[in-house]
C-alpha cells in the first residue's frame, strides 16, 4: 500500500474506517493510519461490511484474482462458476448442485475463507458491470439493468446507490469526459469494453497462436501484426453473440521495471444483454487476462532453462477457451477436420458478419450425427455429463474421464486440461517439466513454444 504496488491490485482490498471507503492497493490516495485500516479478501466481503467503492482508483475494476485459476478445491471451483454467471442464471441451489455439496456448504466455505457468500460475490460483479456500461457506454439504463444480471431495475437501483453512494443517473454524469462510447445505444449495436489486466501481456503470441488455430465460419483474426483484430462467434446461454477483441502493442517496463498493467479492447454484439457478463468471462479466459505475470515469471524466471526465455516475453500469458467443449473437440480432430463439423453441423447465424456464419456444433448434435470412433465417444461423454468441462469442474476427475475414452491420447487430455479446464499446471506428455517450474507448467510449455523446442500439432 505503501509503495502503490499495483501487481497486488486484485489480490487484496484495503478498507478505511474513518471515510468507509475501500480500495485496491495501489490507490492513489494519501496512505491511511494502519490503525484505521481493515483488509478483505474480495470486494464483495467489503460491500459486505457497508463500504463503499473509491471513486478514484476504482477497485471494483481490477483484474479477478489469479489464486482462483490455480485452485482446484471447491472454493477455487465456485468462484470461477460465480465469474461465468451461475448465480444469476441458476441460483445458488444450482451452484451447490455443480459443485456436488450442499447450499449451506458452500456458503459456510465461501464466507468462512472470503468474507461473502455466493449471492454478496456475485452482487459484486453485477455491479461491476454496471458501473462500466453506465460509464463507458450510452445505453439506456434499464437495459443496462438486466444486461448486469439484475433481476429488477429496483434491485439495480439500490445496489449501486449501497455501493457507490450513488444513483446511476449521477455515475453516468460524473464519468470522464469522452469516456462514453457513441453510438450505442442498443447491444445489438455492439457494448465497447475494456478488458483489465495486470502486468506486461505478450498480446503478439496470444493473437498468433489464436490466428493459427482460426477455424473458419466460427473465427477470424484480421489486421496487421500488432494490430490485429480477433472476431469469433459465441453460444451464450441466453443467446448468441459475436465478439471482437484488439490486439494491443505491448507497453515498456518503467526505469524501476514496474508495469502497471492495461487492458485490450473489445466489442460485443449479443441477442441478448443478459448474456454480457458470461461472454466478457468467457473472453478473460481465452486471453488469460486474470493471470498473475509477476508471480509467473518469478518463478519459472528463476530457472536456468527458462531465464533467458522469459526475459524475452515477460508476461507471456497461456490462451484458454471460449468455449471448453469446443476446444475439447478440436484439440481431438484439429483444424481442418473441425472447420468440416462446422460447414455440415455448425448452426448458421441469423445474421451473419463478414466472415462469422456460424456456431460450433453442439457435443449432442456431433454425438448424433457421427457417433463411431474418438470423436463419437467424446461428444457423447460430453453431452451426457460422463466428462465435464465446465469452469466448476474438477480438473482431475475430468482427466481420468477423458483418458477413459477410446482413440484420446495424453497430448490431447493435456491441451484440454491447460485450455478447456484453464489449469495453469498442466503438463504434456513427451517433455522434460521439472517439479520446481509448479504451478505454472502451461506458462512454461507456452515459452518453450514461442522459442520454437515445443511445436503446435
Known sequence: MRSRDARFDGVFFFAVETTGIYCRPSCPAVTPKRANVRFFATAAAAQGSGFRACRRCRPDAVPGSAEWDVRADVVGRAMRLIA?????????????????????????????????????????????????????????????????????????????????????????????????????????????????????????????????????????????????????????????????????????????????????????HLTDPRDLTTAVQRLRRLFDLDADPYAVDERLGADPRLAPLVAARPGLRSPGAADPEELAVRALTGPVEAERLVRRYGKALDAPCGGLTHLFPEPAVLAEAEPGGPLGALTTALADGAVRLDPGADRDAAQDALLALPGVDARTVAEIRARALGDPDAAPPGLDLPDTWRPWRSYAVNHLRAAGEWELR
Open 84 to 268: 461465468d454467471g451461475v448465480v444469476d442464471r441458476e441460483g445458488v441451489a444450482g451452484l451447490a448442485a455443480r459443485l456436488g455439496y450442499s447450499a449451506r456448504q458452500v456458503q459456510r466455505q465461501l464466507t468462512a475463507e472470503l468474507g461473502a457468500g455466493p449471492v454478496a460475490l456475485a452482487r459484486a460483479r453485477r455491479a461491476h458491470t454496471a458501473r462500466l456500461l453506465v460509464q463507458t457506454t450510452e445505453l439506456p439504463i434499464t437495459e443496462i439493468a438486466f444486461a448486469s444480471g439484475f433481476a429488477s431495475v429496483r434491485q439495480f437501483n439500490d445496489t449501486i446507490r449501497a455501493i457507490y453512494a450513488s444513483t446511476p443517473s449521477r455515475l453516468r454524469a460524473t464519468a470522464p469526459r469522452g469516456g462514453r462510447t457513441r453510438g450505442t445505444g442498443t447491444p445489438g449495436a455492439g457494448i465497447p469494453l475494456r478488458l483489465a489486466h495486470r502486468g506486461p501481456y505478450q498480446a503478439g503470441f496470444v493473437f498468433d497462436r489464436l490466428a493459427h488455430e482460426a477455424v473458419p465460419g466460427i473465427e477470424e483474426v484480421s489486421g496487421p501484426p500488432g494490430a490485429r483484430t480477433y472476431r469469433r462467434t459465441l453460444r451464450l446461454p441466453y443467446g448468441t453473440g459475436i465478439v471482437a477483441v484488439g490486439e494491443r502493442p505491448g507497453t515498456a517496463r518503467t526505469a524501476a521495471g514496474a508495469h502497471p498493467g492495461g487492458w485490450l479492447d473489445a466489442r460485443l
